[in-house]
């Protein structure tokens, strides 16, 4: 019993419900086991992660005609979702390559499409997006990290932070400074191996264990102009369109995962342990707090799936994703709140998980923009005063996609859930 009820088949269809059971199965059976050395090690799990990877799972929104799922973002979602049930670290790191698609989905030209994005499906290749400097955080235009035009190259330094995938990714999509003001940044693919690019020493954090968010460091790395996303100048763009589109969405969804697990895990630990002769869900003050849980995950999941669905539909949607990342990540550390009070000192104990969703679900709160940042947009929708929709231009961001197979993806039949074929382009470490 997972207390979803019937909330799930508002807006999923068959396939999405034989998605989610596949994912699930696999998070059961691949990931659990593996979370108590994650949780020693408290370092990047290479392998379950390149094992993720191959499950094709990246190209939830790569188009099959070069060889993704074309499955949608609410598919994109409950994939995310069931991984972050099991193991927040493995939903972060899902969905922080699936963000680093939407770049090239979105920017990349013909070339650029063949060249990465097969490799990107079948898993052989994890992208990251990386935006954020130590001095610059959520003020995107307070960057510094430059890339110097030089004959048929560009010569990128400086320094990215908390770059999910950071340790584990094959292809980093950068955006750096190439001029003055908002249409001075442009974006660059940059492989792992290149000459000039290192990775910072990796900084234990809270949470997340075995999911990776650390430094790229950039010296005199060249990167040729064949690398470049877009036009000189499309990098806020770049930058906007993945957090916006993508990453409000994926985080939610990890939000939302972590929340499925918090109750489900609460609701066992009611049912057996034992006070005054009776189940601990007997006392009334706890049986409220278990309603309370039930009562923000269902209305944080609708918030979840409605926007991804208008998202799927290709209409306005900003707000609805601003607010399904503010809904989830609150409601998520609220119901982990409840989650440990109902546990009282049990819950303080690594022998049971909920202190590591308490951790986990904190990190969702900065990343695609704080909750104060959401709800400071939010209140510019309600004034009237926010500045465009991304999601209004998304059919113009990818205007340039050949006709894929898959015209409604709501209800085309595709290889959801299966391993995509091998292609022979071939990036980055086994
Ligand atoms: C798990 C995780 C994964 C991440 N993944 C990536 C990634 O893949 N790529 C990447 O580039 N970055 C990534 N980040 C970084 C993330 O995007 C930043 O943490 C985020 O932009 C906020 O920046 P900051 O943490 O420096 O906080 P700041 O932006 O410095 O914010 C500090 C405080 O000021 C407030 N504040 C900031 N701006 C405003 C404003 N305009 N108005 C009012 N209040 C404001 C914030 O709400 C916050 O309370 C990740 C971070 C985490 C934790």
Request: glycine share 10%; charged share 20%.
């Amino acid at each position: 019993m997972d207390g979803m009820g019937t909330m799930d088949s508002y807006f999923t269809s068959r396939r999405h419900r034989q998605l989610r059971e596949h994912v699930r199965g696999f998070a059961e059976l691949e990931v659990r086991p593996r979370i108590p050395a994650m949780e020693e090690s408290r370092t990047t799990a290479h392998g379950i992660s390149r094992l993720i990877a191959q499950q094709g799972w990246l190209g939830a929104t790569i188009p099959e005609s070069y060889g993704g799922m074309g499955a949608g973002h609410l598919a994109k979602t409950i994939i995310i979702e069931e991984l972050s049930r099991v193991s927040g670290a493995m939903g972060a790191m899902l969905q922080a390559s699936q963000l680093g698609v939407a770049k090239i989905v979105h920017f990349g030209n013909d070339e650029q499409k063949k060249t990465w994005l097969p490799a990107v499906a079948a898993g052989r290749c994890l992208p990251t997006i990386a935006v954020t400097e130590h001095e610059s955080g959520g003020h995107v235009l307070g960057m510094a990290a430059s890339a110097l035009r030089d004959g048929d190259d560009y010569v990128l330094n400086g320094r990215k932070v908390y770059v999910g995938n950071s340790h584990v990714g094959d292809l980093h999509g950068v955006i750096v400074r190439t001029g003055p003001g908002s249409k001075g940044l442009t974006a660059f693919l940059v492989e792992s191996d290149r000459p000039g690019f290192s990775l910072g020493e990796q900084q234990p954090a809270m949470g997340l264990h075995g999911f990776s968010f650390g430094e790229l460091i950039f010296d005199n790395c060249r990167v040729p102009a064949a690398n470049r996303l877009g036009a000189e100048g499309d990098g806020l763009s770049v930058a906007y369109s993945s957090s916006v589109l993508y990453g409000r969405a994926n985080l939610t969804a990890v939000s939302l995962g972590i929340h499925q697990a918090l109750v489900e895990e609460t609701t066992r630990f009611c049912a057996e342990r034992e006070r005054y002769g009776k189940p601990l869900h007997a006392l009334a003050n706890v049986k409220i707090k278990l309603g309370q849980m039930q009562s923000r995950l269902m209305t944080a999941r609708l918030a979840a799936y409605h926007a991804v669905h208008l998202l799927d539909q290709g209409v306005d949607c900003d707000a609805e994703l601003m607010n399904a990342k503010v809904v989830n990540v609150e409601s998520a550390l609220d119901s982990a709140r409840n989650a440990m009070e109902i546990h009282a000192a049990a819950g303080l104990f690594t022998n049971r998980p909920i202190e590591r969703f308490l951790r986990d679900a904190h990190h969702i709160f900065a990343p695609a923009g704080t909750s104060d940042v959401q709800l400071l947009r939010l209140a510019e929708v309600a004034l009237g005063t926010a500045k465009g929709s991304w999601s209004e231009r998304l059919s113009e961001l990818v205007r340039k996609e050949p006709p894929s197979p898959v015209q409604d993806v709501s209800l085309a039949e595709g290889r959801w859930g299966q391993v995509p074929p091998q292609r022979t382009h071939c990036v980055g470490k086994a």
